[in-house]
């Protein structure tokens, strides 16, 4: 699809068409873009289970029309038994396993709190209406799509090590086709039961009470009072002024603030032509820098460094900025960080706007599913380090570093635009590429997202760090990139899932829509 889609009434974009129809449907009965994206949330946990779910994280910015953005924190924190003497002989932490599940999830605390935040904006609809799409599939069943197969199969040796997995997941211990009906009944009744007790109880209540049951007698470090103790967070967003557009995203513990100074930094080198080599490289080497100095100050947002805003200030722009060579690449590697995830977005007929994604690290997580809920739980924690002098040391109550950042711009001219995807390392990059493309080189929405996309470092578990280009790029383009200095590594597919599944939302001043989602995907933009 390379035609951008349009509306009045309301739109949803996300990464699998189930969600997307989900929250499209709650907009058609008068819901608002909060609920919209809960029942979204809700529906693409059950039909996107390699990249989400209900044991997993979330970030959101809300905007409402003449307020400044709502941005919220639905990271949980380590267990309060979460201590390096916890993995006396292990170097690292075990990537899957009850081990690995030792971060509370904070992905249900976040709707909640999103919830309170539009419980002022009309009819306000049930829990029940809500979470419906989502206990229905999980009832009746969705279909595997072709990115968890092939997921599933490449770590199936070690995902199958994990509590749970296979009997939720496999079928007579093999890994179901695409299209194989997939039914989650264990999740239904605990989608079911928060809508007849609330969210809350899925950190107070009987769902938790169990859940910690379950977490303890398999192994993992969380109890029920990190359940008890978890509350999602409001939170101050970052924020940079372009030309055009002020932008925001998250502050820590993601990297929201590396994705607001690449493109601050691409601002200053002055770009004329996009899809040219002076945009792919000159955003590249904003890359560079912005990852230099994420790496150097996020982490558990009690222990930065530096106030994070300040690395959004003109002097470290202007600095970072006259650092960037146009003509030669920067030297690289860097040890990135690997991460999936879902990026959606919604508004609503009065212009009510949000950007929201939600994550379980890497693909299926942890691993473990835990058998009275049937949860699946993030493996966030892994992300911590061992070494006690670290940045991102290991410790009971600290945030772990999150890749996830949800992105949205107000423009000058009273435009609105919440963007995102999925991808790790490739988030910054590629909401990089879809606003430069948009918003500074005139592209149309959906042929920014659509565009071939490039990828410098390492996402899905590959141990490369080069630069990554999709087979679409010109190759007058990769001549020049490589004489530049990059080490360019030319991808089979020419819509590759390493890119990412991208998407965006537009509201114009008068009221149109304009919609757009990643063909890499199976998701859509959905219109009312």
Request: net charge negative; aromatic share 6%; glycine share 12%.
């Amino acid at each position: 699809m390379i035609h951008t889609r349009r509306s009045y009434g309301g739109m949803c974009v996300a990464p699998h068409h189930l969600a997307a129809e989900a929250g499209r449907d709650i907009l058609k009965e008068g819901g608002n873009a909060v609920e919209a994206m809960v029942a979204a949330a809700a529906t693409i946990a059950v039909a996107y289970p390699h990249m989400n779910a209900l044991g997993g994280d979330g970030f959101w910015l809300i905007h409402e029309p003449g307020q400044p953005p709502v941005a919220i924190d639905a990271c949980g924190p380590a267990a309060g038994l979460a201590t390096p003497e916890l993995y006396d002989g292990h170097d690292t932490i075990p990537e899957r396993g009850p081990l690995s599940a030792l971060t509370m999830a904070g992905t249900v605390g976040g709707w909640d709190a999103a919830l309170s935040v539009a419980s002022g904006w009309g009819r306000g609809l049930t829990l029940t209406r809500l979470l419906g799409d989502a206990i229905h599939h999980a009832h009746q069943g969705v279909a595997v799509s072709a990115s968890q197969q092939q997921l599933a199969t490449k770590h199936q040796r070690h995902l199958s090590q994990s509590p749970g997995f296979g009997d939720t997941f496999l079928v007579d211990g093999n890994v179901p086709s695409e299209g194989h009906r997939l039914r989650q009944p264990r999740l239904a009744t605990t989608l079911e039961r928060l809508t007849d007790a609330g969210l809350d109880d899925f950190y107070r209540g009987e769902l938790a009470a169990g859940m910690a049951r379950d977490l303890e007698t398999l192994g993992s470090p969380l109890r029920q009072a990190d359940f008890a103790n978890y509350r999602a967070q409001y939170v101050t967003p970052l924020e940079v002024a372009l030309n055009s557009a002020t932008l925001y995203n998250l502050p820590a513990p993601t990297q929201g603030v590396a994705s607001l100074l690449i493109l601050a930094l691409y601002e200053r080198l002055k770009v004329a032509e996009g899809e040219s080599v002076a945009h792919l490289h000159g955003l590249i080497e904003a890359t560079k820098r912005a990852f230099i100095l994420r790496d150097q100050h996020v982490t558990d947002p009690q222990r930065l460094p530096t106030p994070l805003q300040d690395l959004l200030s003109d002097a470290v722009i202007t600095r970072e900025a006259d650092r960037i060579d146009m003509a030669r690449a920067l030297p690289w590697p860097h040890e990135p960080a690997p991460g999936d995830t879902i990026w959606m977005g919604t508004v609503d007929s009065e212009g009510r706007a949000v950007s929201f994604i939600q994550s379980i690290y890497w693909e299926f997580g942890s691993g473990v599913v835990l058998p009275e809920s049937g949860v699946l739980w993030q493996n966030r924690g892994i992300g911590f380090s061992l070494d006690a002098d670290s940045l991102r040391g290991l410790g009971p109550g600290r945030k772990p570093f999150h890749t996830l950042n949800p992105a949205l711009a107000l423009f000058k001219d009273g435009r609105t635009m919440v963007y995102g995807t999925m991808g790790g390392e490739g988030q910054p990059q590629t909401q990089a590429a879809v606003f430069s493309r948009y918003a500074l080189h005139g592209m149309p929405l959906q042929e920014a997202v659509s565009a071939p996309r490039w990828l410098l470092g390492r996402t899905w578990g590959e141990t490369s760090t080069n630069l990554k280009l999709e087979a679409r790029i010109a190759q007058p383009t990769i001549d020049a990139l490589r004489a530049a200095g990059h080490d360019v590594e030319i991808l089979d597919a020419a819509f590759s899932d390493t890119m990412g599944h991208a998407g965006g939302i537009v509201l114009h001043p008068d009221g149109l829509m304009e919609g757009a989602h990643d063909p890499r995907s199976d998701g859509g933009a959905a219109a009312c």
